[in-house]
């Protein structure tokens, strides 16, 4: 113990002469007081990134942030927040996750708030004929399903596994495409044997679907996938030939489409 607290007093001087790096590794560890991430308790966009680091104080008052690959990282919840092992964590969803960073036996946490851009309400799971859309406002979940036998839409409230309803896209036939706006208002159904869009407004409510005034939309010859633009503003028509793609704008007062001018 002697020795040990001599080697303390010592620290310091070693430090000046640049000899506190002789050291082995697993002597210094001994000499660590705490390790802390920074920063402490942040909150990020969904999508996002979020660069963490570690600091490292030893016994002298002397700190360093280790380099990542002596560091690991870890998440609590990966379905909130990921890491990788360079420290950098991405919002996936809201929520909180516990963001974990361990160096050479010592470990430390901090939580990261992850929430959604105002005009995102909702994540979305799935491919383009099932959606799977959880509201991040209220936690409610539905899922939507394109049903090209009988050219309909099935609703499913997820709270309680039962079917809501049957949404009819007739006349227009061959639904197999879906598509939700970020504010989780509005569903759009791609047609592709009539070539057009199907708009619903969502009742989160009841888990009704009403059709959009003017709907269905004609959106050209052979059609193949639709996108809706992160911002909500508009939503894109990819073609099964070629790379052209047609753009339309969103009403964000009812869900109606027209053709993008620009």
């Known amino acids: 113990m002697n020795k040990f607290k001599r080697l303390v007093r010592f620290l310091p001087v070693l430090s000046i002469l640049g000899l506190s790096g002789c050291f082995s590794s697993a002597l210094k560890d001994l000499l660590i007081t705490s390790v802390k991430i920074t920063p402490a308790n942040p909150t990020i966009a969904i999508g996002a990134a979020q660069q963490f680091s570690l600091v490292v104080t030893y016994v002298d008052g002397q700190t360093d942030h280790p380099s990542p690959s002596s560091t690991a990282w870890s998440s609590d919840n990966a379905a909130v927040a990921t890491i990788n092992k360079m420290g950098v964590a991405t919002g996936v969803t809201a929520g909180t996750a516990n963001i974990g960073g361990s160096y050479h036996g010592n470990d430390t946490t901090t939580v990261l708030t992850v929430t959604a851009p105002s005009n995102v309400a909702i994540a979305v799971q799935g ?59 509005y569903l759009y159904v791609l047609n592709l044997a009539s070539e057009s869009i199907s708009a619903f407004a969502i009742d989160w409510k009841t888990g009704a679907l009403r059709a959009v005034v003017s709907s269905p939309f004609p959106v050209g010859a052979k059609p193949s996938n639709i996108e809706v633009d992160s911002d909500g503003a508009g939503l894109s028509v990819g073609r099964l030939q070629g790379s052209e793609v047609s753009h339309f704008l969103i009403d964000s007062a009812c869900g109606a489409l027209t053709p993008d001018p620009q």
Request: charged share 20%; proline share 5%; no cysteine.
């Open 127 to 185: 491919d383009s004929r099932v959606l799977e859309v959880t509201n991040l406002r209220t936690g409610q979940q539905m899922t939507f399903a394109a049903n090209g036998l009988r050219d309909s839409v099935m609703v499913s409230l997820d709270s309680d596994s039962r079917t809501a309803g049957e949404i009819s896209v007739l006349p227009e036939h061959g639904p197999a495409w879906l598509a939700i706006d970020p504010s989780g208002r």
